[in-house]
């Protein structure tokens, strides 16, 4: 990763063709637009990366081949107008954030994919809105596997560090999950540990039970790697299957228990994905594409899963993000971790959490026809000091949207004009 490029509109020729041009839409979303040549964003992220307890977005994407990271950030009029890009390694799949390096500043973490192996960059921020280069793992052990998901979390127990885990795949024989955990202040990188998964596993989620952390990983299953400590877990188990509710994902298997294999979708790797809810009530979330609904798993008091509910979704879900963004008004924070969910009609619905059971309802629409909406992210994150700010941003293939609770909300008339497909 090499080159920094700033500005307000004009970042350079050589910076993604030079413009974002930020526009205020007359339903309060904010949106920029791309111009020729640069492929959509494929990844996104919401943290704040200056310290004015403001959602800031990074987002990756492509310029003739290379990567680049985009950094908007939020100002006090209520729009993005700041943005630096960054020239990154290989060509970027999945985005993390966190204070990797414990001073107080969040940082980003870039999975990537390049001939002879893929891995993982971090870019350290310093609180100001800007990035330097920090430490890239290389996956390569495995040169064909491209990365599919990457997430941050305290992985080894170590209430000080955050750690990342990503899924990688190369075909039959080289699928993996990788646990990086944080060893920056004392050797200045990452320790690497494979894990096999034995098919493609597109989403991963950390959940802690108890003193230990877990990881969970979803195709047509979800599978689940028991934390062992230290940042070691066991090999993937069955843990639930779409359908059954059970542990058991054969259909030989759910024969033998009775019930019907109807509903079975073995050998789908993008059927589901995982996310977890580690606010109040505890909860891992998952998203079905056959079965077009949302599924919240409840952790119950002595660790097991208790209580199942399930929301109908009105089409295949494709993206599930986790973030406390309403108290089934959107945009009012009530400390209780909501499901914002992406679907193939490029709808973007939010499932709020309640306090009681069924823990999960009502759902409300946030905006559609995002023209081919391709990822999504949300936030409540701010200081401590400050009041939470519910967030949620989308990308499309022709613009990116933001809206918030100082912005408003708004997106019923379709796509901006700007975004339209053509």
């Not at 990188?189 to 802690?208: C, E, L, M, Q, V």
């Not at 208790?306 to 924070?333: C, E, H, M």
């Amino acid at each position: 990763m090499a080159g920094l490029h700033r500005g307000r509109n004009a970042l350079g020729a050589y910076a993604l063709t030079a413009l974002l041009s930020p526009q205020a839409l007359g339903d309060n979303w904010t949106f920029f637009t791309p111009t020729s040549g640069e492929d959509p964003p494929n990844a996104i992220q919401v943290a704040d990366f200056n310290n004015d307890g403001q959602p800031d977005i990074v987002a990756t994407t492509e310029f003739g081949g290379q990567g680049r990271l985009l950094l908007l950030l939020w100002t006090q009029q209520h729009q993005y107008e700041d943005v630096e890009s960054f020239l990154l390694t290989g060509h970027p799949k999945a985005l993390a954030t966190g204070d990797f390096n414990r001073d107080g500043n969040q940082d980003v973490a870039v999975a990537f994919a390049a001939e002879g192996g893929g891995g993982v960059s971090i870019l350290f921020g310093d609180g100001h809105g800007h990035f330097s280069t920090g430490p890239t793992v290389s996956f390569i052990e495995h040169a064909n596997a491209v990365p599919l998901d990457l997430i941050a979390a305290n992985l080894a127990n170590r209430s000080d560090r955050t750690d990342l885990a990503a899924t990688i795949s190369g075909g039959a024989s080289e699928n993996f999950v990788v646990v990086l955990l944080n060893h920056l202040l004392e050797s200045g990188g990452f320790s690497k540990n494979y894990i096999d998964t034995t098919t493609p596993r597109p989403s991963i989620a950390a959940f802690s039970t108890f003193l230990l952390t877990d990881l969970f990983v979803a195709s047509d299953r979800v599978a689940r790697l028991e934390g062992l400590g230290g940042g070691d877990f066991s090999p993937p188990v069955d843990f639930w299957c779409p359908g059954t509710g059970l542990a058991v994902c054969t259909k030989t298997e759910i024969e033998a228990t009775g019930q019907s294999t109807e509903l079975l979708d073995t050998g789908n790797p993008s059927r589901l994905r995982v996310g977890a809810f580690s606010e109040g009530e505890r909860f891992l979330g998952v998203i079905d594409r056959t079965l077009p609904r949302f599924t919240a798993l409840h952790r119950g008091p002595i660790g097991g899963f208790d209580l199942t509910t399930q929301i109908p979704l009105p089409a295949p879900p494709k993206r599930l993000f986790v973030a406390d963004i309403g108290n089934g008004q959107l945009f009012v924070a009530d400390n209780l971790q909501d499901a914002i969910i992406l679907d193939d009609s490029d709808n973007v619905t939010a499932v709020f959490q309640t306090s009681s059971p069924p823990f999960f309802g009502p759902t409300q629409p946030i905006s559609n026809q995002f023209c081919s909406t391709a990822v999504l992210a949300a936030s409540a994150h701010v200081p401590p000091s400050l009041p939470r700010l519910p967030f949620v941003a989308v990308t499309g293939r022709r613009c990116l949207l933001a809206a918030g609770s100082d912005s408003g909300i708004g997106g019923e008339g379709g796509c901006p004009p700007l975004c339209q497909e053509h």
